[in-house]
Every structure is written in C-alpha cells, then in structure tokens.
C-alpha cells in the first residue's frame, strides 16, 4: 500500500504529516511512502532524509493524490476552509484519507468530501481511551500550542516571567492565570511555571483540580458547579447563558488580578463561550496580555479577533490561530508518531479496514460515499444511516 504526504497547502501551515523518522516502522510494515516535493521543508525536513528512507520524492500533488491509495494530511479540506476545496477532485473513490477534516463544523463541506468517495478519518474524533493514547493527536497539538502561547505571552508582557532578588532591588514575578485546564491549559501552566511566574488556573469540570495542583498551580474556585461538566469522553460540556454569567461575574477578580491571561475552554461542536468582556479587561493593569486559545472557535474573550491581536484598555488580546504551526518541527513529529500508530492499526494485510473496531467506528467519518459517523450524523440531524439507506 503506498502512502502519500501532500505538502499542506493552508496558508502560513509549516507542519508535514509524516517526517523521516516515522518512515522506518511504515516501510517494515510493507508500505511505500510518497512525498510532494518540499512536503517537510518548512518544519525542518528536507527531501533528502526522506529519501534516505526510502521514500519517492513525486513532482507534484496531483501525481501524490494519483498514485497513494492513502493519503494523510495535517489540515484536509475541512479543517482547511481556505485552499482545501482544491483536493476534491483529485480524490478518488476508495481512495483513504486522514487528517484534521472538523468533523463537526460544515455538513455542506463534509457532504462534498463523503461525495468524492473517499473513506475520510478524522483524528478529531479519536477515541479517548488508553488503546488510542498514541494516536491522540488533539492532545498532541493541544500540549504545543499550551506551550507556545505562554512564550507569546512571555515576550509580550513588558515584565519578566521569575522573581528576581538583585543589586537593583527585588522584582516579584508575573502572574498567570489559565482559564481551561485541559491538555493545553496544562502545558500552559506547566510551561509558565517553569519560567518563573506564579500561576493559577480555572475549570469547571471538578477533576481538573487535582491536576492543576500537581503542576503547582493554584486552583481558583468559584462557588458555582456545572451540570454534567464532563461528558463520557472526558470533555467540558456546554452549559446555559446563565452559567456563562455568573462565572463572567465571578472571574472578574481573578483576571484583574493577574498580567497573563491564557484562555483554552472550548466545547466540542460549539461557539466557545465568552468569558472575559470589555468590561473585566478594563479592570486589568496595562501592558497585561491575554492569549485566547479559543480564538478560532469564536474566542473566549469577547474582544478577540481570530489570528489578530487587539489592544483594548491598554491589555493586548492575541487572537493567535494554529499555533501548533508555529513549531513545526516537533509539532510534526509528534503528529507523525500519532499517525502512524493510527495507520498501523488501520491497515491490515494491505486493505484499510473499515469497520468492526471502537477506533475505526469512531473516526471513519465518510465511506462509499456517505456520511457514515454516528456521532457526526446525530449531530447534523441526519437520519440514521440503515434507516436512511431502507427509504431510499
Ligand atoms: P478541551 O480542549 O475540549 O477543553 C479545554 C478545557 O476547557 C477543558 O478542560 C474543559 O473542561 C474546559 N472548559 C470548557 N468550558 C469551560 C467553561 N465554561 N469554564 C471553564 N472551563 C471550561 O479539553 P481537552 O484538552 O481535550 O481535555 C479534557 C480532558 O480530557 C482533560 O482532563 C484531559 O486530561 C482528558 N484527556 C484524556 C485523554 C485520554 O484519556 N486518552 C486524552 C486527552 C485528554
């Protein structure tokens, strides 16, 4: 079976999908590897280690889609909103394809997908159990842009991160303050705390808590308890306007009192909720600097801009998108890693396998065809595949 990496084609998207090193445990398992010419050259990767293992270098895209009979991308078409479209007619039918599709964004986008007849598998919608850890690449991108969005902030804030006791007097160290402790939000205080600032962080889900105090931040409280704050893949619920209120009411003094804000509470599917207004940011001290992670699913911040930054009340909003772009390198080796678990687990004796697995029912999102994941079809409202099937 012959794998294909086409170069990303998503403007300012440095990332690759395999990198050399992951060539080695796919050539032993019997496939051929394809590249686009140039495919790796922006995250560090030039053709050559490729070739080194073996890899064929192709000319072009169109020969990449042609001759792979599974192609996997960083942002497909979907995730890709900008130049994806582009690769429709080059797929083909039976043909696989993985990668960040946004599975729950447009149905009109994923119906053109399921339409070309590819068999699409979404990395968004891999399962969250130990079996599919490897291959978790939410988590993996999750964990750099944590990191990177401390950094932006660091070099942001007209302070320094450490407490510093010199010949030039004392200086006290910044404050963090993080607002969603998931796999980003976690690497967000780890990463802060590492250089030096006092940190706190906030989530509703209860479990969070324990987590946050692992790494040596400060819980933030808040006398309010979500409904069902973690559904059963372990993610953060969506909760009422009224719930969003008070904890805008109560948050209030936490992002007042500190000089960093980093924000990563997104719902899965739905518009992040705004939790710092105009308001709150006027009672932060200038110079302060807020890093909306949740920017590209509508910002958590009501003054965030989607990949600008904003000054307001003095305060910077970095409304930063994709920053796992930004460190390439790792951000590819770590997704590369995470798909060719996936791919080793796929492929059996050389035919993708399709069904009679949690890990491939869950993120086999188009087939033959059709729209044929559960969860994606419940969530747009569509019939149920058999009973749609048994009316036509
Ligand atoms: P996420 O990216 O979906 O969301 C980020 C965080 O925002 C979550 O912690 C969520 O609870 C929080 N959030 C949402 N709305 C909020 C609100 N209104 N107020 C405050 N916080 C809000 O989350 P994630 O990074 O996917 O992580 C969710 C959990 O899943 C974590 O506990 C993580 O450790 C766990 N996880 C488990 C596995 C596994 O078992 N294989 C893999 C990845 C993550």
């Known amino acids: 079976m012959r794998i294909g990496v086409p170069k990303e084609s998503y403007p300012g998207e440095h990332r690759v999908a395999l990198v050399p090193l992951a060539i080695p445990a796919l050539s032993k398992a019997g496939f051929e590897v394809l590249l686009e010419q140039g495919a790796g050259a922006e995250a560090g990767y030039p053709d050559a280690l490729y070739a080194e293992k073996g890899t064929k270098i192709l000319p072009d895209r169109a020969a990449v889609f042609a001759e792979a009979d599974l192609i996997v991308q960083v942002l497909c078409y979907g995730s890709n909103d900008l130049t994806g479209k582009a690769d429709l007619p080059l797929m083909r039918r039976g043909q696989g394809l ?61 302070k320094i991160f450490p407490m510093l006791t010199t010949a030039a007097g004392t200086i006290t160290p910044a404050k963090v303050l993080v607002i969603g402790a998931g796999v980003a939000g976690l690497q967000a205080i780890a990463t802060a705390r590492r250089l030096g ?59 007042a009192e500190n000089d960093i804000v980093i924000t990563t509470a ?80 796929l492929v059996k004796d050389g035919r993708l396998r399709t069904n009679d697995d949690e890990i491939i029912r869950e993120t086999l999102l188009t087939d033959q065809g059709e729209i044929v994941n559960r969860r994606v079809r419940e969530f747009f409202g569509l019939p149920e595949l058999v009973a749609a099937r048994e009316t036509r």
């Open 98 to 158: 993985i990668g960040f599709l946004r599975p729950l964004g447009s149905l009109e986008v994923i119906e053109e997908i399921a339409q070309t007849g590819v068999s699409s598998f979404s990395v968004e919608l891999m399962p969250r159990t130990t079996r599919a850890q490897s291959m978790d690449a939410l988590s993996s991108m999750g964990t750099l842009c944590g990191y990177k969005a401390v950094l932006l902030a660091a070099v942001t804030l007209p």
């Open 197 to 255: 600032a006092v940190v706190s962080a906030y989530d509703m889900r209860p479990a969070a808590k324990e987590q946050v105090k692992s790494l040596g931040g400060r819980f933030v409280e808040l006398p309010i308890t979500a409904q069902n704050a973690e559904d059963a893949r372990g993610y953060g619920t969506a909760q009422d306007e009224g719930f969003y209120a008070r904890q805008r009411e109560l948050l209030g003094r936490a992002v």
């Open 266 to 345: 997104v719902v899965p599917g739905k518009k992040a909720p705004v939790l710092i207004t105009s308001e709150m940011i006027a009672n932060m001290a200038p110079g302060s600097v807020i890093v909306d992670l949740a920017a590209e699913r509508g910002g958590n911040c009501e003054a965030t801009r989607p990949g600008e930054i904003v000054v307001e009340h003095d305060v910077k909003i970095i409304g930063h998108i994709n920053l796992a772009s930004e460190v390439p390198y790792h951000a590819s080796q770590m997704y590369a890693r995470n798909l060719t678990a996936f791919v080793l687990h």
